[in-house]
């Protein structure tokens, strides 16, 4: 994960590329981060699809290797994407989903890539306090919108990234209804999300909005003290889709949550 990370700049500027907003799931997510930390200058905003900023604890790898000897690598990979009652709920996305593993991808490359990343390092990232020393926390400095299924195996390590970072440079979209693969099983709400994040940055001014409904919890957090106390109040309410994603540099930290 951490040489994809360090290629990447290099390829930005054999492209002629200045700066990107970058969109990742999963291992695509960890690189992303990894190269905003890296390269800020480079990266003007990340769409972090079941981002886990952790890398693997005992207990984690244990159970890797117990399921390693038990299972094959698609059948871990399926685990890895999909909660217990999308493997047996949704049948048909999971079976097209495990052709897709088993056929269109070499399993001899498959089997790198998921030990790369199952390898991966922890990304040190530190959630800023308000103080002086503020800008010198290693964090994101991008607006970051977090997505994650409501039922998805990720929503604890999504929750962790986002404790992590900049409450007023992030967004944690959690979708309901939807498990592992958003990107798949909600495209058209996520792609409306990805709307707002982006006009949220400045762009796609005139871009048409689906004027879906949405419930979206404010939460406005204190950015916690020495003991690492804190104190939250949060609002919430129910309204069009008129409003961004994403708010002004001042504003609060956000959980949005969609609704069909």
């Given amino acids: 994960m951490d040489q994809l ?3 990447l700049p290099s390829v930005l500027t054999q492209l002629q590329v200045k700066s990107v907003i970058g969109i990742g799931v999963g291992a695509g997510a960890n690189v992303l981060t990894k190269l905003a930390m890296n390269e800020p200058s ?3 905003g990340l769409v972090l699809i079941n981002v886990n900023p952790c890398a693997k604890g005992w207990v984690d790898w244990a159970a890797s290797k117990l399921s390693g000897w038990t299972s094959n690598l698609g059948d871990i990979i399926m ?9 047996s709920e949704n049948k048909e996305l999971i079976q097209t989903y495990r052709l897709h593993v088993s056929q269109d991808i070499p399993q001899d490359n498959l089997a790198m890539f998921y030990n790369s990343y199952d390898s991966r390092t922890e990304l040190q990232m530190e959630r800023p306090v308000l103080g002086p020393n503020r800008n010198t926390v290693n964090t994101l400095r991008c607006p970051t919108l977090l997505v994650v299924g409501d039922t998805s195996p990720a929503v604890d390590a999504v929750v ?3 404790s992590r970072l900049d409450p007023t440079k992030t967004t944690l979209l959690k979708m309901a209804d939807c498990g592992g693969l958003p990107q798949v099983v909600q495209p ?7 709307k707002y994040f982006v006009q949220g940055m400045g762009y796609m001014p005139t871009a048409g909005m689906t004027r879906l409904v949405r419930s ?3 939460s406005a957090s204190s950015l916690g003290s020495s003991e690492g106390g804190a104190r939250s109040c949060s609002t919430t309410n129910t309204q069009p889709e008129g409003a961004a994603c994403t708010g002004p540099p001042n504003s609060a930290a956000r959980t949005v949550q969609t609704t069909a």
């Fill in 79 to 87: 685990e890895h994407h999909f909660s217990t009652d999308e493997l």
């Fill in 42 to 44: 480079l990266v003007e």
């Fill in 216 to 218: 979206r919890t404010q």
């Fill in 160 to 162: 962790e990234c986002n």
């Fill in 188 to 194: 058209g709400k996520l792609a409306e999300a990805f």
């Fill in 5 to 7: 990370a360090e290629m």
